[in-house]
Nanobody, 122 residues
Framework: QVQLVESGGGLVHTGGSLRVSCAAS????????MGWFRQAPGKEREFVAA????????YYADSVKGRFTISRDNAKNTTYLQMNGLNPEDSAVYYCAAGPYPTSGSGGYPYWGQGTQVTVSS
């Protein structure tokens, strides 16, 4: 299997920035598309961003487009989510996931990390 471990979450003020990371181990990272999802208390898990195996295709939720950037470094077996212009509505546990294609549906990703907390104060 593929093991995914997120890091980089924390507490920031409105307008601040964070970069969360997802390090992969196990089977070849470069064979998988990667996605980022988030879930706030009492809310459904929602799609944030996805990136193709080669990194050439990227998708973003409308709510984060222009503020967040997904990237990957296959040599380091790591994918990143750079988050700028954060607001309290971005507060959630952020999860990375690995799957065959960069889709917005959580069901398309067989492998998931444990999540990292991002809190944005007003």
């Amino acid at each position: 299997q593929v093991q995914l471990v997120e890091s980089g979450g924390g507490l920031v003020h409105t307008g601040g920035s964070l970069r969360v990371s997802c390090a992969a181990s196990g089977r070849a990272f470069s064979r998988y598309a990667m996605g980022w999802f988030r879930q706030a208390p009492g809310k459904e898990r929602e799609f944030v961003a996805a990136i193709s195996v080669s990194g050439g295709i990227k998708y973003y939720a409308d709510s984060v487009k222009g503020r967040f950037t997904i990237s990957r470094d296959n040599a380091k077996n790591t994918t990143y989510l750079q988050m700028n212009g954060l607001n309290p509505e971005d507060s959630a546990v952020y999860y990375c996931a690995a799957g065959p294609y960069p889709t917005s549906g959580s069901g398309g990703y067989p492998y998931w990390g444990q999540g990292t907390q991002v809190t944005v104060s007003s």
